[in-house]
């Protein structure tokens, strides 16, 4: 089966970090590009970060530039969502998915271009 597992989120305080995964099965990164979004209650999913595993270029949000950083390790299969000095204002659930190019995540028109969506791990910020 072709799917994709995100994991590492949880509790945390505001200010702490996390490191969520995203791990690839019954396909290969290569020539996808991988994107992180986060639906927070009442909210519209957005794109936050994204990475061409064909060439390494990555896209961050606005709200999450300098705090959140993504990166891939091919060999395994796996992207990762680094977020540090986090906000209340980051709880959502987040969602990995991947999509062919030209998908990129700067903008909601990209969206229906990622064909392969993982399953949500909730991050919850709060003291």
């Known amino acids: 089966d072709v799917q994709l597992q995100a994991s590492g989120g949880g509790l945390v305080q505001p200010g702490g970090s996390l490191r969520l995964s995203c791990a690839a099965s019954?396909?290969?990164?290569?020539?996808?590009?991988i994107g992180w979004f986060r639906q927070a209650p009442g909210k519209e999913r957005e794109g936050i970060s994204c990475?061409?595993?064909?060439?390494?270029?990555?896209y961050y949000e606005d709200s999450v530039r300098g705090r959140f950083t993504i990166s891939s390790d091919n060999a395994k299969n796996t992207v990762y969502l680094q977020m540090n000095s986090l906000k209340p204002e980051d709880t959502a659930v987040y969602y990995c998915?991947?999509?062919?190019?030209?998908?990129?995540?700067?903008?909601?028109?990209?969206?229906?271009?990622?064909?392969?969506w993982g399953q949500g791990t909730l991050v919850t910020v709060s003291s």
């Open positions: 019954g396909f290969t990164f290569d020539d996808y590009t």
């Open positions: 998915a991947a999509g062919p190019p030209p998908a990129w995540c700067s903008g909601s028109h990209y969206y229906p271009m990622y064909e392969i």
């Open positions: 990475i061409s595993s064909s060439d390494g270029s990555r």
